[in-house]
């Protein structure tokens, strides 16, 4: 069995060295031809077309009888239809199943390279422990789950080796939508690898013990489990336990190795359920996590004399603590240090999953059966997610998030009673006697952050990550708890459910369920379409493509019908052909659209797409990529534009509407700025001269003159200080009401926050009244200027908080959410939030999407 430096030519780990996609699949298709304990494949494609690899790593008669385990896994994870008798002996028939996943931060270079050397020692170590870990575990070694990102990280590093910029920030992304917010994906699993990674997780495989490892913590070495308060109470007891016993055993073993440096119960909670390794508690998943130092193949001397006095949290950097018992006093880092330690972690997990083996496989029934017990005994029994929703395709697109996670979901047969209200048949059912109740009930109910503090009356701790996410009120689902059992006649969804749109057709269509039914009609005439569903958009977005007339209807008619809505599109389907398009549209994408009868003469100016321009950074800008996927994903054709576009100036002869993502105005003007200092701890160098810089004082000469001359300017979040600080005139009216205030009085570090909407304003058409919106350090506008539009507002104090943790929320009650601001022959939306984050908000996209239509001049 080929050792990785036969193959690669160097050692992984080695100064200077980082092996690609293409190096490390070609060691293990090497390593798996040459062993009968190693089984490498392709579980699909990354979001670019490379494979998601699997290398499956035991004994050879583990592997020759691998789908009796893997059942055995399933059964056991899944629950239902054992006994405990049957439990404990498929336990003690089975063999642990444990998950390594190496690369997700593409940056955070080791682990990739680590995992050649893992599989090689594990494949051929003749060790007593090496060999009782393939006896009793099967190893599930993913050696990189972001292919496409250690591809241009380390493409990026080659170029830049041996130069002035050496180890320099690469200036995009590394995964093509959404680089380090690729591990925030995981419930909500809308890229490519994410959901290949959740089918292997919560359908193939069932792995008792998952092992996530990264790099970001300094000075410590390393930060191993246990894990430190805030505690998700949805996560069961006894996964908390096993989290400790398992990293117990991993801290013995660096301290018996000599390994310094190990810190637990530091900065990394359990609180927040969207990373792979927090999800995976929600599944009843022993999740590990490692974050070690030195993420880069340039050694570098870290100087005592740098090291803050304590952490954050504050633990001493010097002085032994019970969580730091033996601190690291500095020296020089090579990445083979990191490789090492990283090694130490996963041969550790593998021991302790050996040795414990099958206390893992009957635990993960125990937490399993105990749920559903839990969903059977406690409040809430169950979820109703109603067919009446403001957005159906978007509750749909709701319980598919949740089939994809695992989650089990029920459909009603008939019209049934629940906590004495009845529910029509078709209604979704999410019951919480299943096995993955915490993963179900964390995105139906909200998050209710503690308030943790420094010190008692001190500053408080922001959370790892968000505080609060619930997901059903992101995407304007609504989801009724039922307290109380009930009885109904439920089918188990085996497919995801779809919307299939329909056509509505008389004055009584409303009420003629005969007539909503008939949604085959392709004739010629007037249609409008509901602007309710995002997939209105998507809809529209085709059919201005296939060449149709469309216009919007900016009232409702005191005589009309009821698709004369506030923001309705109306299309005109002049022949056979162009009614064929427009039902095939409407059924598609799961919308409604009424046909008028007698259509009357109307006089409402035709639409086209604007020509959308969005802005890029060469700061490279997670919110920048979230955009840019919405984009797409509704059809929306946009052109990026970077900093030497837009200094080129005639942007209105270009574009219509022009997106500032979220980025703070210094980053925008000045970019990378050739004169910085050294950003972080490490190899440190400056990006390369042509990506320095950002617009420039005549970049902004050119927004300003885009916006005066007749242009949309969209800007989210940080973006709206650009236009506060620096445009002038109207903006010196608006202010942040809350940006400047110190954190003991306002305080709201990622939330669901309620927003109270003006749906008869143009850039609300299509919204319900009552949404939710995504608070993460964001804004709260104030102005007294008449001529500034209000198209948002945030809920009064005690309506405010939906999920998660606000302090103050007196201080942002009833200030605007989002600003229409009139500004020469053009406007700027201010958003105080952002709309579209990270792809799951779905109940706000239409704020967004309202901005990217203009009229179509001359028809």
Not at 253 to 278: A, L, P, Q
Not at 406 to 430: I, L
Not at 770 to 779: N, V
Request: charge should be negative.
């Amino acid at each position: 069995m080929p050792a990785p430096a036969g193959v690669l030519g160097f050692t992984p780990g080695d100064d200077y060295k980082l092996a690609d996609f293409s190096q490390i699949k070609d060691y293990f298709e090497k390593l798996d031809a040459a062993s009968d304990r190693v089984m490498v494949s392709s579980a699909g494609k990354s979001t670019e077309g490379r494979d998601m690899l699997v290398a499956v790593i035991s004994s050879d008669a583990n592997l020759r009888e691998l789908a009796r385990y893997k059942d055995i896994a399933r059964r056991l994870a899944r629950v239902h239809g054992l006994s405990d008798a049957d439990a404990h002996a498929l336990a003690a028939e089975g063999k642990a199943i444990v998950w390594i996943d190496n690369g997700l931060h593409a940056s955070e270079v080791a682990s990739a390279q680590q995992a050649m050397t893992l599989a090689w020692r594990v494949a051929t170590d003749e060790s007593p422990e090496m060999r009782a870990v393939r006896d009793n575990v099967i190893l599930v070694l993913l050696p990189t789950i972001n292919p496409d990102g250690l591809d241009k990280v380390v493409d990026w590093y080659r170029r830049t080796l041996n130069t002035p910029h050496q180890d320099s920030a690469m200036p995009w992304l590394y995964q093509k939508y959404i680089g380090h917010d690729n591990n925030r994906d995981f419930y909500m699993q809308t890229q490519a690898e994410t959901r290949v990674l959740s089918h292997l997780l919560y359908e193939e495989w069932l792995p008792e013990i998952l092992y996530n490892q990264h790099q970001g913590t300094w000075p410590p070495r390393i930060f191993v489990p246990p894990f430190p308060d805030p505690f998700n109470p949805n996560i069961d007891p006894l996964i908390m336990r096993s989290i400790d016993l398992v990293g117990g055993a991993m801290l013995r073993r660096f301290e018996s190795e000599g390994k310094d440096g190990v810190i637990s119960r530091h900065e990394f909670s359990t609180w927040y359920d969207g990373s792979i390794r927090t999800t995976a508690y929600f599944h009843n998943i022993v999740g590990i996590l490692t974050e070690t130092g030195h993420a880069s193949a340039t050694p570098y001397t870290y100087a005592r004399a740098d090291f803050p006095r304590e952490l954050d949290d504050g633990i001493s950097t010097s002085e032994p603590s019970t969580n730091y018992p033996n601190p690291w006093k500095g020296g020089t880092l090579h990445l083979k240090d990191a490789v090492d330690y990283m090694l130490t972690g996963s041969l550790g997990v593998l021991d302790v999953a050996a040795k414990y083996r099958e206390s893992f496989l009957y635990g993960i029934y125990q937490v399993g059966a105990r749920q559903i017990e839990k969903g059977k005994s406690d409040a809430p029994r169950a979820y109703v997610i109603p067919p009446q929703q403001h957005d159906l395709p978007a509750a749909a697109l709701f319980v598919e998030t949740l089939m994809r996670g695992g989650g089990e979901v029920h459909r009603a047969d008939t019209p049934f009673t629940a906590d004495g209200k009845v529910y029509d048949a078709g209604s979704w059912v999410v019951r919480l006697d299943q096995p993955f109740r915490p993963f179900a009930k964390d995105l139906l109910e909200p998050q209710r952050y503690p308030d943790v503090r420094s010190s008692a009356g001190g500053t408080p701790v922001p959370p790892y990550d968000v505080a609060g996410w619930t997901l059903a009120y992101q995407m304007g689902v609504r989801a009724v708890a039922i307290q109380t059992p009930f009885d109904a006649m439920l089918t188990r969804l085996e497919n995801f459910p779809s919307v299939t749109g329909r056509i509505r057709t008389g004055p009584d269509s409303v009420q003629d369920e005969r007539n909503a039914r008939a949604h085959a009609i392709a004739a010629p005439g007037l249609y409008l379409l509901d602007p309710s569903a995002n997939q209105a958009f998507a809809a529209v977005n085709a059919l201005l493509a296939a060449g149709l007339s469309v216009s919007r209807a900016a009232t409702r008619p005191s005589d009309g019908g009821p698709g004369w809505t506030h923001g309705a599109f109306a299309v005109v389907a002049r022949t056979p052909a162009e009614a064929e398009l427009l039902t095939t549209a409407v059924r598609q994408h799961g919308v409604v659209a009424d046909l008028i009868g007698r259509p009357k003469v109307i006089a409402l100016p035709r639409i086209r797409p604007a020509r959308i321009a969005l802005y890029r950074s060469w700061i490279a800008n997670i919110d920048e990529g979230w955009t840019r996927w919405v984009l797409e994903q509704f059809g929306f054709q946009y052109t990026t534009v970077t900093n030497a576009d837009i200094q080129a100036g005639h942007l209105t002869d270009r574009f219509d509407v022009l997106i500032m993502p979220s980025q703070s105005p210094r980053a925008v003007l000045d970019g990378h700025r050739p004169d910085e200092t050294r950003s972080r701890q490490g190899p440190w160098n400056p990006v390369p001269v042509e990506y320095q810089g950002g617009i420039g004082e005549s970049g902004l000469a050119a927004l300003k003159t885009f916006v005066d001359a007749g242009g949309t300017l969209v800007a989210f979040d940080q973006a709206s200080d650009l236009a506060i600080e620096h445009f002038g005139g109207v903006f010196t009216r608006v202010h942040d009401a809350v940006q400047r205030l110190d954190e003991k009085t306002f305080f709201c570090p990622g939330s669901v926050l309620r927003i109270a909407v003006d749906t008869n304003a143009p850039a609300a058409f299509g919204m319900a009244p009552d949404a939710a919106a995504f608070f993460a350090g964001s804004r709260g506008f104030e102005t007294d200027d008449p001529s500034v539009v209000s198209v948002a507002r945030y809920a009064p104090a005690g309506e405010l908080l939906m999920s998660g943790w606000l302090l103050g929320a007196d201080k942002l009650a009833g200030r605007h959410a989002l600003l229409d601001v009139p500004y020469g022959k053009g406007r700027v939306l201010l958003f105080g939030f952002r709309p579209q984050f990270r792809g799951q908000p779905h109940g706000t996209f239409k704020l967004l999407f309202n901005a990217l239509y203009v009229k179509s001049v001359g028809r």
